[in-house]
Nanobody
Framework: QVQLVETGGGLVQAGDSLRLSCAASGRTVSSYRMGWFRQAPGKEQDFVAA????????YYADSVKGRFSVSRDNAKNTVYLQLNDLKPEDTALYYCAADRVGMFDPFTPSRYNYWGQGTQVTVSS
């Protein structure tokens, strides 16, 4: 089993930055594709970003391209999401997820096997 814990969320103003962390425990996730999703109140869960096991391939939602950056430190079993130039529409609960296989599309939540509890990001205008 893999446990994922997200940290780093908070209340910020538009234009500010945050760095989210997702620490994995239970087993190493260095071969897992890792993804970030978010869910705003009353809305569906949306894909944000994903990164391959060795970090050489990244994926981003169009809405965050150029502002968010996903990275990982396999020595620390941790994945990061850097959020820059935050906008009020980025307000959501941000989840980290792990995909054991990593062979299919990274955009669909059902592809992921393990999920964290989420960290709240709130952006005021």
């Amino acid at each position: 089993q893999v446990q994922l814990v997200e940290t780093g969320g908070g209340l910020v103003q538009a234009g500010d930055s945050l760095r989210l962390s997702c620490a994995a425990s239970g087993r190493t996730v260095s071969s897992y594709r890792m993804g970030w999703f978010r869910q705003a109140p009353g809305k569906e869960q949306d894909f944000v970003a994903a990164i391959s096991g060795n970090g050489d391939i990244t994926y981003y939602a169009d809405s965050v391209k150029g502002r968010f950056s996903v990275s990982r430190d396999n020595a620390k079993n941790t994945v990061y999401l850097q959020l820059n130039d935050l906008k009020p529409e980025d307000t959501a609960l941000y989840y980290c997820a792990a995909d054991r296989v990593g062979m299919f599309d990274p955009f669909t939540p059902s592809r992921y096997n393990y999920w964290g509890q989420g960290t709240q990001v709130t952006v005021s205008s």
